[in-house]
């Protein structure tokens, strides 16, 4: 006998709104959804299995009276227009939860291990001197500019840049779709990254939809979160500054952490080609154009109109460029998980110490062997 289930309309409406789904391809997939939704068909229970995989929504959800509201488990700084952003998309949930987990169980692990707390989370507050904090994660991460005068381009910056922050102890994930899931893809305009601070295990994830130096100045901006102790969801572009006083704060502390003033007022030179200029700069401080052009109009060396003629014309060619996808699998599910996390949960799996159905779902994979494989990689390094 086939079961037929009852699903209210309006639990079909959201799902489809909190999966952002095509309704072109939903129909595609589903020919009867129309019928479902008027009540004249009803779904199996299977069709209802297959259909929240789809909408990414729990299939228990499809059977509530009515909907859930889901609210972001972190404070949520982000800003458009100067107005909250009240609509999380189900793609940043489910990487927002995806890093509580992963939090908890190296925080678990580390523990453990017998890790103490990080002296420099929540070590300052927004009455800090900017300067002062800046040249404390400098100092800490030894992330000088004169280290990265000597980095080919800003992919490997990024690179170095992590690497610094986790060795220091911070939980650093990049990536640019839910988990491993190709057809989830995380959109830069809703969120660039976000912080969970914790004093054993803080976790800075970037969203790597974004361009590579945009993503340098993201982590900048988190790890500001990081030294605040501030657990929070935000937009860490300078395309549209941010209002709220904790982004501003970061932002600032962020792009003297990039570019400190001292030094880009020995670096500039005034006499030549702004444009020629910005490039230059840009490339010795492996940091975006927008970064240096603000940067520059922020310290009083550049004038509103020049600013605002300049901006224009940097933000005509600033686009962000997407990943073609392929490369090397294994390394890139180390950036997705961050070293520190990867190679902590392969070592606690083959040990024994962790289940592998437990370190299968926090690596976002299926299969043992390829755990095996990405444990050879890691210790080839």
């Known amino acids: ?12 409406e959201w799902a489809c709104n909190r999966g952002d789904v095509d309704p ?7 020919p009867m959804f129309d019928e479902w939704v008027s009540g004249t068909k009803q779904p199996t229970i299977k069709q209802l299995e297959k259909f929240a995989k789809f909408t990414t929504v729990p299939l228990g959800a499809l059977f509530l009276s009515k909907p859930y509201e889901e609210e972001l488990p972190i404070q949520d ?20 939860y995806m890093c509580q987990q992963r939090q ?3 925080q678990t692990f580390a523990i453990s291990e017998g890790a103490k707390s990080l002296r420099f989370v929540g070590s300052v507050t927004v009455n800090s001197d900017i300067h002062d904090v800046a040249k404390d994660i400098r100092t800490a991460l030894d992330f000088s500019v004169q280290s990265r005068e000597q980095l080919p381009n800003w992919s490997y910056a990024l690179r170095y840049f992590t690497e610094k922050a986790d060795d220091l102890g911070i939980l650093v994930m990049i990536s640019g779709v839910v988990r491993n899931n190709s057809h ?12 969970l601070a914790d004093d054993i295990a803080p976790l800075v994830f970037i969203n790597g939809s ?8 993201t982590l900048a901006h988190e790890l500001a979160h990081v030294w605040l102790g501030e657990s929070s969801l935000s937009n860490s572009s300078l395309h549209s500054p941010p209002t709220h006083v904790i982004e501003k704060w970061c932002n600032q502390v962020a792009a003297e952490l990039l570019v400190p003033a001292l030094l880009l007022n020995d670096h500039f030179r005034d006499d030549i080609d702004l444009s020629f200029e910005i490039q230059r700069l840009s490339k010795q401080y492996k940091v975006s154009t927008i970064v240096i052009l603000r940067r520059l109009y922020d310290l009083d060396m550049i004038d509103q109109t020049v600013f605002s003629e300049q901006y224009r014309s940097e933000l005509k060619q600033y686009t962000p460029k997407r990943s073609r996808g392929g490369g090397n699998f294994y390394a890139t599910l180390k950036t997705r998980v961050g070293a520190r996390f990867g190679e902590a949960l392969v070592d606690s799996a083959l040990s024994g110490k962790t289940v592998f ?6 690596l976002g994979i299926q299969k043992i062997s390829t755990l095996e494989s990405f444990a050879k990689t890691l210790y080839e390094e």
């Open 1 to 12: 006998m086939t079961y037929r289930m009852t699903v209210k309309p309006e639990l079909y």
């Open 24 to 30: 072109q391809k939903l129909r595609q997939r589903f």
């Open 77 to 96: 700084l982000r800003t458009m227009r100067n107005q909250k952003i009240v609509t999380p998309s189900a793609n940043l949930l489910d990487t927002i």
């Open 104 to 106: 908890d169980w190296y």
């Open 184 to 195: 989830r893809k995380l959109d830069p305009h809703e969120f660039r990254g976000f912080t």
């Open 210 to 217: 974004d361009s590579k130096a945009a993503q340098i100045f």
């Open 357 to 362: 159905t437990d370190a299968l779902y926090y």
